[in-house]
């Protein structure tokens, strides 16, 4: 990042605190008036080291690891990890275990996408659709809890299958609820493809024409959104997806208003594949036991998570029980090159907006953790010096805190 | 996976592999194979790796980088380049190579430019220059992480006061 | 077609209706009954055979002899490290360990997060 | 004497000061409970009965918190801006009748003064943002002129329409005609230089569709960034009077003022009630306005204004010269 800028150009930090962005990550813009002429992100403040715990922990330890790389898409994470551990194992889930992990797959697509069109009217300032689209998102969240007893990390795979069952009840449950939501959700389009406040911060904005998207690999709704009809499930697909009558959906607008509503419109897709799923659903065991030794070998596998593109590939030394590597590309590291695209002659006013696009999950890109550094340069502390600091002053001060308060 | 248990047709990734081998030949080790359906592992020799990727993006419309996994095996790097190819629908992982002494290589950013954030963060992961790339800096680790130190390096020592490569 | 204001209905309905807010400190919602809260632990049915301790993906799990179980390893639980992930519950051969529907569980010190039978006197309020 | 502090008191206590900043934060409380409904939220809840203190909690919590001054900020500027914000928004509130047919202050020609105490306040703003020196307070306050250029003529000209049809450009006169010559508010005829007047006046408040200088996702808080603590209560509270001068000024113009059928002995009390009732009507209206529109961007906003808005403005006073002209 040059700071030489010329003269009549200002340079904004965007981030990484800022009401606009739900998660650390920052932008050095420098705008010319209110036109942004280059934008440079810098990412890594929620950065974890997943990869570099996965490969100390065993398999089965490493599934409830990968499930928090990110809070919205945990099942895909934990799906595909399973998912690959399965395929190193050269092992075969019952039928009714993978209709209900994709099940959960689709579940939480229609929690993230609603999460995600809430954020982006908060962010062109139009919060009553925030306030709507999160009262609605509650009707999957509590099917969510009711199927697996989790909000957010279900914590519903397992290797060799999936860890609960779907009873008649629940279904019925579910498919009432879905009649619901794609009442409300085709009420929602219908009005945001009127309401011109709206239509005016989002048409034409944030343009990503389909050649750059193509070249700078973008994945996902973002991809979708500039005309090119590429989706996992179709192109490379995995678990049942084979079987489920489904379409891919694309706009060739290019711009914001795209990516909306390609997003409303595989809202809708994951509402009749959840009803095909729950009527199709095979009986019989959910679970199969996986043998402990996981054999030498290495596997990839991708899944189509709501964000885009969701790749693994662990690669297993036959002797020890933990991975030897463990890789994850999270869908939102693929499309943070093409946001420095979109932003460029963009208006100052559109960068959250913009950024927020391709719904981006900041925990998910920064997945590899380093140890908690104190700010003095001398003495770098580990984690386990760290927690018995902590430990030590929570004894010593919080005694003297909570009779603070209570004292009075 | 259940339908590939059954159908199993690799045949395509098969001819596939024939082509690159005889296109290229010695330059693709024999230890490259087919895995399943849709993958297929290419290990080339470390100074041939621009050009199949260049082949297979102009023939078989491979421009789609998913990215790059960095591996280090205790006396060597490993790199492997995942490229998804849309015409046939198939994921080639291109691997190679390279001496843990002096860890440099030419970058792909011009062929698939898509490439650009995968190959910083190898270097941030794992130390490994990448001549000829835009702007080769940091990606991941926070400003104040001491220089020289590579975390996912297979001798990344995490004890009392401080990290370091042995 | 651009109809301004486009909302204007919802809006209205909403306007006359019942706010969708549930009032949480004062009506408590019950969860579901797979929901996992907090651990419950019947030390008669556990044979001290450390299965989840050796399973809990966040070492959890600590097995100490305390003198309530006269000197053989039972498990005590911290549930400030516990992720509620059920691999425990599943795990357990005895069936010993099950979850409660309570989740209010923030609280001010830290040896209040263990779960124990009997005293907490020479527990280490860290598991490792 | 008692004449001295008989008006000492009325401008302190009851249509002054005090009644002021107690029925602002009050409008403040409406506004917040018609904006969560819309959104079918609840809105504030637990501060008094149905969160109706909440304003006034908010306001005495600012004051507690810590008020930092940047150091390269310009040191009087930034001291005093909230202030001068403040008095100049309670001067404007002293012209709005209230209790009778006039307010506090009376003047023949007090509805150009009025709109040029109410210009004063925009470039108070403009200089706040300018006097802290940070760059989403500069860009803030430059999108406030921007925004302030836009829609102050529209604003004018709805105002001047209602004096225009009275024949007189004093406040007093003006609701005087209503009542006592048309015995008809200004509404009835003026209904497109009353939807004029609201538009604008949600860009003079930086209500949702406008308020672009204070872009809570973009600039964090615009102009009023750096500035916090008592600051900021000062500009809360100017902006909560702000509310009430606008729904004032559109009551009196052109819902008939305070005036409305009172029993006999006691006008002054009936009167409050018909002031008060009018002014819910308009800040409800404006609150349910605010969440039915995602926020404009600046140029789009000047876009609306200049292209569409000021035209109507045009025709509507030209139709209110043939008007008054030809037919009344």
Same mark, same amino acid.
């Given at each position: 990042?040059?700071?030489?800028?010329?003269?009549?150009?200002?340079?904004?930090?965007?981030?990484?605190?800022?009401?606009?962005?739900?998660?650390?990550?920052?932008?050095?813009?420098?705008?010319?008036?209110?036109?942004?002429?280059?934008?440079?992100?810098?990412?890594?403040?929620?950065?974890?080291?997943?990869?570099?715990?996965?490969?100390?922990?065993?398999?089965?330890?490493?599934?409830?690891?990968?499930?928090?790389?990110?809070?919205?898409?945990?099942?895909?994470?934990?799906?595909?990890?399973?998912?690959?551990?399965?395929?190193?194992?050269?092992?075969?889930?019952?039928?009714?275990?993978?209709?209900?992990?994709?099940?959960?797959?689709?579940?939480?697509?229609?929690?993230?996408?609603?999460?995600?069109?809430?954020?982006?009217?908060?962010?062109?300032?139009?919060?009553?659709?925030?306030?709507?689209?999160?009262?609605?998102?509650?009707?999957?969240?509590?099917?969510?809890?009711?199927?697996?007893?989790?909000?957010?990390?279900?914590?519903?795979?397992?290797?060799?299958?999936?860890?609960?069952?779907?009873?008649?009840?629940?279904?019925?449950?579910?498919?009432?609820?879905?009649?619901?939501?794609?009442?409300?959700?085709?009420?929602?389009?219908?009005?945001?493809?009127?309401?011109?406040?709206?239509?005016?911060?989002?048409?034409?904005?944030?343009?990503?024409?389909?050649?750059?998207?193509?070249?700078?690999?973008?994945?996902?709704?973002?991809?979708?959104?500039?005309?090119?009809?590429?989706?996992?499930?179709?192109?490379?697909?995995?678990?049942?997806?084979?079987?489920?009558?489904?379409?891919?959906?694309?706009?060739?607008?290019?711009?914001?208003?795209?990516?909306?509503?390609?997003?409303?419109?595989?809202?809708?897709?994951?509402?009749?594949?959840?009803?095909?799923?729950?009527?199709?659903?095979?009986?019989?065991?959910?679970?199969?036991?996986?043998?402990?030794?996981?054999?030498?070998?290495?596997?990839?596998?991708?899944?189509?998570?709501?964000?885009?593109?969701?790749?693994?590939?662990?690669?297993?030394?036959?002797?020890?029980?933990?991975?030897?590597?463990?890789?994850?590309?999270?869908?939102?590291?693929?499309?943070?090159?093409?946001?420095?695209?979109?932003?460029?002659?963009?208006?100052?006013?559109?960068?959250?907006?913009?950024?927020?696009?391709?719904?981006?999950?900041?925990?998910?890109?920064?997945?590899?953790?380093?140890?908690?550094?104190?700010?003095?340069?001398?003495?770098?502390?580990?984690?386990?010096?760290?927690?018995?600091?902590?430990?030590?002053?929570?004894?010593?001060?919080?005694?003297?805190?909570?009779?603070?308060?209570?004292?009075? | 996976?259940?339908?590939?248990?059954?159908?199993?047709?690799?045949?395509?990734?098969?001819?596939?592999?024939?082509?690159?081998?005889?296109?290229?030949?010695?330059?693709?080790?024999?230890?490259?194979?087919?895995?399943?359906?849709?993958?297929?592992?290419?290990?080339?020799?470390?100074?041939?790796?621009?050009?199949?990727?260049?082949?297979?993006?102009?023939?078989?419309?491979?421009?789609?980088?998913?990215?790059?996994?960095?591996?280090?095996?205790?006396?060597?790097?490993?790199?492997?380049?995942?490229?998804?190819?849309?015409?046939?629908?198939?994921?080639?992982?291109?691997?190679?190579?390279?001496?843990?002494?002096?860890?440099?290589?030419?970058?792909?950013?011009?062929?698939?430019?898509?490439?650009?954030?995968?190959?910083?963060?190898?270097?941030?992961?794992?130390?490994?220059?990448?001549?000829?790339?835009?702007?080769?800096?940091?990606?991941?680790?926070?400003?104040?992480?001491?220089?020289?130190?590579?975390?996912?390096?297979?001798?990344?020592?995490?004890?009392?006061?401080?990290?370091?490569?042995? | 077609?651009?109809?301004?204001?486009?909302?204007?209905?919802?809006?209205?309905?909403?306007?006359?209706?019942?706010?969708?807010?549930?009032?949480? &400190?004062?009506?408590?919602?019950?969860?579901?009954?797979?929901?996992?809260?907090?651990?419950?632990?019947?030390?008669?049915?556990?044979?001290?055979?450390?299965?989840?301790?050796?399973?809990? &993906?966040?070492?959890?799990?600590?097995?100490?002899?305390?003198?309530?179980?006269?000197?053989?390893?039972?498990?005590?639980?911290?549930?400030?490290?516990?992720?509620?992930?059920?691999?425990?519950?599943?795990?357990? &051969?005895?069936?010993?360990?099950?979850?409660?529907?309570?989740?209010?569980?923030?609280?001010?010190?830290?040896?209040?997060?263990?779960?124990?039978?009997?005293?907490?006197?020479?527990?280490?309020?860290?598991?490792? | 004497?008692?004449?001295?502090?008989?008006?000492?008191?009325?401008?302190?206590?009851?249509?002054?000061?005090?009644?002021?900043?107690?029925?602002?934060?009050?409008?403040?409380?409406?506004?917040?409970?018609?904006?969560?409904?819309?959104?079918?939220?609840?809105?504030?809840?637990?501060?008094?009965?149905?969160?109706?203190?909440?304003?006034?909690?908010?306001?005495?919590?600012?004051?507690?918190?810590?008020?930092?001054?940047?150091?390269?900020?310009?040191?009087?500027?930034?001291?005093?801006?909230?202030?001068?914000?403040?008095?100049?928004?309670?001067?404007?509130?002293?012209?709005?009748?209230?209790?009778?047919?006039?307010?506090?202050?009376?003047?023949?020609?007090?509805?150009?003064?009025?709109?040029?105490?109410?210009?004063?306040?925009?470039?108070?703003?403009?200089?706040?943002?300018?006097?802290?020196?940070?760059?989403?307070?500069?860009?803030?306050?430059?999108?406030?002129?921007?925004?302030?250029?836009?829609?102050?003529?529209?604003?004018?000209?709805?105002?001047?329409?209602?004096?225009?049809?009275?024949?007189?450009?004093?406040?007093?006169?003006?609701?005087?005609?209503?009542?006592?010559?048309?015995?008809?508010?200004?509404?009835?005829?003026?209904?497109?230089?009353?939807?004029?007047?609201?538009?604008?006046?949600?860009?003079?408040?930086?209500?949702?569709?406008?308020?672009?200088?204070?872009?809570?996702?973009?600039?964090?808080?615009?102009?009023?960034?750096?500035?916090?603590?008592?600051?900021?209560?000062?500009?809360?509270?100017?902006?909560?009077?702000?509310?009430?001068?606008?729904?004032?000024?559109?009551?009196?113009?052109?819902?008939?003022?305070?005036?409305?059928?009172?029993?006999?002995?006691?006008?002054?009390?009936?009167?409050?009630?018909?002031?008060?009732?009018?002014?819910?009507?308009?800040?409800?209206?404006?609150?349910?306005?605010?969440?039915?529109?995602?926020?404009?961007?600046?140029?789009?906003?000047?876009?609306?204004?200049?292209?569409?808005?000021?035209?109507?403005?045009?025709?509507?006073?030209?139709?209110?010269?043939?008007?008054?002209?030809?037919?009344?």
């Amino acid at each position: 990042m040059s700071n030489d800028i010329p003269e009549d150009e200002i340079l904004i930090p965007l981030g990484p605190q800022h009401p606009a962005l739900k998660e650390p990550i920052n932008f050095m813009i420098r705008a010319e008036g209110e036109i942004v002429v280059d934008a440079q992100p810098r990412i890594g403040y929620v950065h974890r080291g997943i990869e570099r715990l996965a490969m100390e922990r065993t398999y089965l330890k490493t599934a409830y690891l990968v499930e928090r790389v990110c809070g919205i898409c945990s099942a895909a994470h934990q799906g595909t990890y399973c998912m690959t551990v399965e395929e190193l194992l050269d092992m075969e889930i019952p039928p009714r275990g993978e209709y209900i992990r994709t099940l959960v797959w689709e579940l939480e697509r229609l929690h993230s996408h609603s999460l995600w069109l809430g954020v982006a009217g908060h962010e062109i300032g139009f919060d009553t659709l925030f306030m709507y689209t999160w009262r609605d998102r509650e009707l999957v969240m509590d099917i969510l809890e009711m199927l697996s007893g989790n909000r957010v990390n279900y914590g519903m795979n397992k290797i060799g299958g999936v860890r609960y069952d779907v009873t008649d009840e629940m279904k019925n449950k579910i498919l009432k609820a879905m009649d619901l939501l794609e009442k409300r959700f085709k009420d929602y389009k219908k009005k945001l493809s009127e309401e011109p406040t709206v239509l005016g911060r989002l048409v034409n904005v944030g343009i990503l024409k389909k050649s750059t998207a193509i070249k700078l690999s973008a994945v996902g709704p973002t991809l979708r959104a500039s005309g090119v009809k590429a989706d996992i499930r179709k192109d490379d697909p995995y678990g049942i997806y084979d079987e489920i009558p489904f379409e891919v959906i694309s706009y060739d607008s290019c711009d914001l208003a795209a990516r909306v509503f390609v997003r409303i419109d595989e809202f809708f897709e994951s509402i009749k594949m959840i009803r095909w799923i729950l009527n199709n659903l095979p009986d019989g065991p959910v679970y199969k036991r996986a043998p402990i030794r996981i054999p030498q070998g290495e596997a990839i596998c991708r899944n189509e998570a709501p964000r885009g593109e969701l790749m693994y590939y662990i690669k297993s030394d036959g002797k020890s029980n933990h991975p030897e590597r463990v890789k994850i590309r999270t869908p939102t590291l693929a499309n943070i090159l093409s946001i420095g695209e979109m932003l460029k002659g963009s208006y100052l006013a559109d960068v959250p907006i913009i950024v927020a696009g391709i719904d981006p999950c900041i925990s998910c890109m920064d997945r590899v953790m380093v140890v908690h550094e104190d700010t003095g340069k001398a003495e770098i502390w580990t984690d386990e010096k760290f927690r018995d600091y902590s430990r030590k002053w929570y004894k010593k001060n919080l005694k003297w805190v909570v009779e603070e308060r209570w004292k009075k | 996976m259940s339908d590939d248990k059954v159908v199993q047709n690799i045949e395509t990734e098969k001819q596939l592999l024939n082509e690159l081998k005889e296109k290229f030949g010695d330059k693709i080790l024999d230890s490259s194979y087919v895995k399943r359906h849709r993958r297929v592992f290419v290990d080339v020799k470390n100074n041939a790796y621009r050009d199949v990727i260049t082949y297979m993006r102009d023939n078989w419309d491979a421009i789609h980088i998913t990215t790059i996994t960095g591996m280090d095996t205790g006396e060597s790097f490993i790199l492997m380049y995942h490229i998804f190819a849309k015409k046939h629908k198939v994921v080639f992982t291109v691997r190679f190579t390279i001496p843990r002494d002096n860890p440099v290589v030419k970058t792909i950013t011009d062929i698939l430019p898509g490439a650009n954030l995968y190959e910083r963060e190898v270097y941030d992961m794992f130390g490994i220059k990448f001549e000829g790339h835009p702007n080769l800096k940091r990606l991941l680790l926070p400003e104040d992480w001491p220089e020289g130190v590579y975390p996912l390096r297979k001798d990344f020592k995490r004890e009392m006061g401080g990290m370091k490569n042995e | 077609m651009r109809i301004p204001g486009s909302f204007i209905i919802e809006g209205l309905r909403n306007l006359f209706s019942k706010p969708a807010t549930d009032k949480y &400190p004062f009506e408590k919602i019950e969860p579901p009954d797979r929901y996992r809260g907090k651990i419950i632990f019947t030390l008669e049915k556990c044979i001290g055979c450390a299965m989840c301790a050796i399973n809990c &993906p966040t070492n959890a799990i600590k097995m100490i002899p305390t003198d309530e179980t006269k000197g053989k390893k039972k498990p005590i639980f911290y549930y400030d490290y516990c992720i509620f992930c059920g691999v425990c519950k599943e795990v357990c &051969p005895k069936k010993a360990i099950d979850y409660s529907k309570e989740y209010a569980l923030a609280s001010t010190s830290k040896d209040e997060m263990i779960i124990v039978e009997g005293d907490k006197k020479n527990v280490p309020d860290i598991p490792h | 004497m008692e004449e001295i502090i008989w008006n000492l008191l009325s401008f302190i206590i009851f249509p002054g000061l005090l009644f002021v900043c107690i029925y602002s934060l009050f409008l403040e409380w409406l506004d917040r409970k018609v904006y969560a409904r819309v959104q079918n939220r609840v809105g504030p809840l637990i501060t008094g009965s149905k969160g109706i203190l909440q304003p006034f909690a908010d306001f005495i919590k600012l004051l507690s918190k810590e008020d930092i001054k940047p150091e390269c900020a310009d040191r009087w500027g930034f001291l005093f801006s909230p202030l001068t914000a403040l008095t100049v928004a309670m001067m404007t509130v002293f012209f709005v009748p209230i209790v009778g047919y006039q307010g506090l202050i009376s003047l023949p020609v007090d509805l150009l003064i009025v709109v040029f105490i109410s210009t004063l306040f925009n470039i108070l703003v403009i200089l706040a943002g300018y006097f802290s020196v940070s760059r989403f307070s500069t860009i803030g306050a430059v999108r406030a002129g921007l925004q302030f250029v836009a829609y102050e003529i529209p604003f004018v000209l709805s105002i001047i329409c209602a004096g225009v049809l009275a024949k007189s450009l004093s406040i007093a006169e003006i609701v005087y005609a209503q009542n006592n010559i048309y015995h008809m508010p200004f509404v009835v005829y003026l209904f497109p230089a009353f939807i004029i007047y609201l538009v604008s006046s949600l860009a003079k408040l930086e209500r949702v569709p406008f308020d672009i200088p204070e872009a809570e996702t973009e600039l964090a808080a615009g102009w009023q960034v750096e500035y916090s603590g008592r600051k900021l209560a000062l500009f809360k509270l100017a902006a909560d009077i702000k509310a009430l001068f606008v729904s004032g000024l559109g009551a009196a113009l052109f819902l008939g003022g305070p005036i409305g059928p009172a029993i006999a002995g006691l006008e002054p009390l009936c009167y409050l009630f018909w002031f008060i009732v009018k002014t819910l009507f308009i800040v409800a209206l404006i609150g349910f306005f605010r969440g039915l529109f995602a926020r404009f961007r600046i140029d789009q906003a000047v876009n609306l204004f200049w292209k569409t808005v000021l035209p109507a403005s045009l025709i509507v006073f030209i139709y209110t010269s043939v008007l008054i002209y030809f037919i009344l």
